[in-house]
């Protein structure tokens, strides 16, 4: 498939915890980006990690990414009851002009 | 910030019927994109579109969806006859510089057809 695959599928942590979500594909990418939706609603975005870079950070999220295993990580740190959400990683793939979004990881953060 | 805005937020059609979503992108943003949600399952693509024309399109998107940009501020899909299996959300985007730039989502137009 050219999606990704969010693993896992559902999270459930208590506030303050670290959540890491993962997300595998198949292709050559252009780049990676995570989103998040709160109640099926909109999507916002929260990193885009470009093919050549490895990680990047963006307050208390940290993204990598291993071209090599074809993977990327998304970790929330100090989580609270608002980063209760769906996260979506969705890869720009090298042969592609639209951005192609896997099935989502649903992130519960109980306070 | 500047944010996309879509019209309406629900709408309920009958089968057969045709219905137009409407979307405000963001005013210096120059590629826009129609993608679609059916409850509970992934974010699919239907269609970008660039200067004034379609950049590429899913399978999904067949001969009863057409985009368009009537002015400079709007743009729209336009299911021609509904069938039950077109109820979803339907989410409007827009980026800056297209491919390598994020894409800006408005909140959806949910759409129930019966």
């Known amino acids: 498939s050219q999606q990704g695959e969010e693993d896992p599928q559902a999270l459930s942590i208590q506030e303050g915890e670290n959540a890491t979500m993962n997300c595998s594909y198949k292709t050559s990418i252009n780049n990676l980006q995570w989103y998040r939706q709160n109640s099926g609603i909109c999507l916002v975005h929260l990193i885009l990690i470009r093919s050549n870079e490895r990680e990047k950070h963006s307050g208390r999220l940290r993204v990598t990414l291993d071209t090599s295993k074809k993977s990327s990580s998304l970790l929330i740190t100090a989580s609270r009851a608002a980063d209760t959400a769906s996260y979506f990683c969705a890869l720009e793939l090298s042969n592609d002009y639209k951005l192609s979004f896997g099935a989502g990881t649903t992130v519960t953060v109980r306070a | 910030e500047p944010e996309v805005t879509q019209t309406p937020s629900h709408q309920v059609t009958q089968m057969g019927q045709e219905v137009i979503l409407r979307c405000v992108p963001i005013s210096n943003h120059l590629y826009f994109y129609w993608y679609r949600q059916i409850l509970g399952q992934k974010v699919e693509f239907l269609v970008s579109?660039?200067?004034?024309?379609?950049?590429?399109k899913s399978e999904i998107f067949d001969d009863q969806f057409s985009v368009e940009r009537p002015d400079g501020s709007n743009f729209t899909l336009k299911i021609r006859s509904t069938k039950l299996e077109d109820s979803a959300m339907y989410f409007c985007a827009s980026s800056d510089r297209g491919l390598g730039s994020p894409l800006h989502f408005g909140n959806g137009t949910r759409l129930t057809v019966t």
């Open positions: 579109f660039y200067n004034n024309e379609i950049s590429e």
